[in-house]
């Protein structure tokens, strides 16, 4: 089997620690990982590796890089990473909505990734998330709006997101007080209804990205999505409840029938038995677990639909270097 040279833009962040243990767990046919970072991270040894300096040199040579590192590292970066033959799989914002680069979930628009010239992005982990879980309904009837509401864990703002909720709850369990650094308020025992700034009509940029990047990925130019984005005191894995209306109605039972099929899903819907989708069972894994799913009673062609993935495996790490596999 031919093995590759493959590099790691951002190896020292969350995201990029998640890359390198599923890189090994799929066996993915590694000639060589070579780390970049920052300069100050470089010479730090991970798992035998030794970081090297992000540079235009030090990707000379690699057949494909998974960027793992924020929009101006990836813009900064992408011309020296296309200039030294490689392909840049990037898990940024920075080229989603770009036309030249295809956005892609494997699971759903694998095709797309032929068309890359240099760069294939990543989407959204909220949007991956929920493109997993309703694309087998797509496939049976074009969805045409979605109101979507997500429940995203302290870790989607990164490494210091759990740090600062485990030290609220410290801080409060001893009465004592804690002024918040990563969020914009307290987010123990609390819920924040804002991710991102405002960008559209009271929308902040979060919200926009299921619409903006779902119509992309499942290839509904016209799809209308109403989100509201909510950061909630849970360690990992993000739930997202969908009302969505298809241009046919599809049946409960229907609905469960190729959700249960899927690739990418797993159904856990049993009301009665009080088994669904929660992030305690998703976390650490590769799969969008599926349920509760029910008629919309405001909607004859509507559907509810809840469901939980990991967004720092499938989210981020998983879903790129699921795009490398189709690569090679």
């Given amino acids: 089997m031919k093995k590759y040279n493959v590099g790691i833009l951002g190896a020292t962040g969350a995201v990029g620690q998640e890359m390198m243990k599923i890189l090994a767990e799929r066996n993915f046919p590694i000639e060589e990982l070579r780390l970049l970072a920052s300069k100050n991270s470089a010479g730090r040894v991970i798992e035998g590796h ?12 690699l057949d494909i890089v998974l960027g793992a590192a924020e929009n101006d590292i990836a813009e900064r970066f992408a011309g020296d990473i296309k200039a030294a033959g490689a392909v840049f799989v990037d898990n940024s914002s920075a080229f989603r909505l770009d036309p030249d680069v295809p956005l892609v979930v494997p699971e759903i628009n694998p095709e797309d990734v032929k068309k890359h010239k240099g760069i294939i992005a990543n989407p959204n982990c909220t949007t991956i998330i929920s ?3 309703v694309n087998a309904l797509n496939s049976i009837s074009p969805i045409e709006s979605m109101v979507v509401s997500s429940y995203q864990a302290v870790s989607g703002a990164g490494a210091n997101g759990p740090k600062e909720l485990f030290a609220e709850v410290e801080a409060l369990s001893k009465g004592e007080s804690y002024e918040p650094r990563v969020f914009q308020h307290q987010i123990a025992y609390n819920v924040i209804p804002q991710i991102g700034g405002e960008q559209f009509a009271g929308y902040t940029s979060e919200e926009m990205k299921l619409q903006n990047e779902g119509r992309k990925i499942m290839h509904l130019p016209e799809l209308k999505v109403s989100c509201t984005c909510v950061r909630v005191p849970v360690v990992r894995s993000h739930s997202v409840s969908i009302c ?50 029910r008629d919309d009673l405001t909607d004859e062609r509507g559907l509810n639909v809840w469901c939980c993935g990991d967004q720092v495996r499938k989210g981020a790490a998983l879903n790129a270097i699921q795009i490398a596999e189709l690569l090679i």
């Fill in 131 to 133: 493109c997993t879980a």
């Fill in 50 to 61: 030794t970081v090297v300096e992000a540079c235009a040199e030090n990707f000379k040579g």
């Fill in 244 to 293: 969505l209306k298809t241009k046919e109605k599809i049946s409960v039972a229907k609905a469960k029938e190729v959700i249960a099929a899927a690739s990418g899903c797993k159904l856990v819907d049993d009301l009665a038995n009080q088994s669904y989708p929660m992030p305690l069972d998703t976390s650490n894994q590769d799969l969008v677990f599926v349920g509760r799913i």
